[in-house]
């Protein structure tokens, strides 16, 4: 006896409705996982933006606290109230910091100078080059250094432009309106308060 088989015109191209499916399904999970892919990414440089702006900070906190003679020729933030334009000094856009006359000696102005400058080549990245582009810090990186003379404590802020928008930074203006979003700006601040060791 022979068997018959009895096809049904219907159920032609379910095979391939099948694939397709799959396919679509597999398509989407792919994409999911190359958006998170480059979130974690973006998220993975903002931390080492972050730790590399912290080194930074503590880098000039550690000048300061050494030259404490000559600390307030650190200062950049302070701004000339004769002028009807005060702009701060960022240390990393080539402006020079306020003449510190009258603060420490001669040796101690100088070393100041000679700090402020290192740490403007650290903020522009001058630690690590690539084809002659200095590439060793984070995007438009600016730094300030902040006294307030009522609690004698010295702030030192080391801002730059973030990839992302988050909430703008409050209580901390250094570099504000220097990366057009204010929503950009990333900031790290450290304090150094130093113990009056004099008569």
């Excluded at 603060?103 to 290192?118: F, V, Y």
């Excluded at 928008?165 to 204010?182: F, K, M, V």
């Amino acid at each position: 006896m022979m068997k018959m088989s009895i096809h049904n015109p219907r159920q032609r191209g379910t095979t391939l409705l099948e694939v397709l499916i799959a396919i679509l399904v597999l398509a989407i999970g792919l994409l999911g996982t190359a958006a998170m892919q480059t979130r974690a990414q973006q998220a993975e440089l903002d931390a080492y933006q972050r730790s590399q702006a912290l080194v930074l900070a503590q880098d000039m906190v550690s000048r300061i606290s050494t030259n404490r003679r000559a600390a307030r020729c650190y200062v950049t933030t302070e701004t000339d109230p004769d002028n009807p334009d005060p702009q701060p000094n960022y240390v990393g856009t080539g402006v020079d910091p306020d003449d510190c006359t009258g603060w420490g000696t001669i040796a101690t102005r100088a070393r100041a100078d000679e700090d402020l400058q290192e740490w403007a080549d650290l903020l522009r990245g001058a630690s690590e080059t690539l084809d002659g582009a200095e590439v060793g810090s984070m995007a438009g990186a600016r730094g300030c250094v902040h006294f307030d003379d009522v609690d004698e404590i010295y702030t030192v802020t080391v801002a730059w432009q973030g990839e992302n928008l988050t909430q703008a930074p409050a209580g901390n203006n250094c570099a504000a309106g220097q990366y057009g979003d204010e929503a950009r700006r990333r900031v790290v601040s450290l304090s150094l308060e130093m113990a009056n060791l004099g008569p």
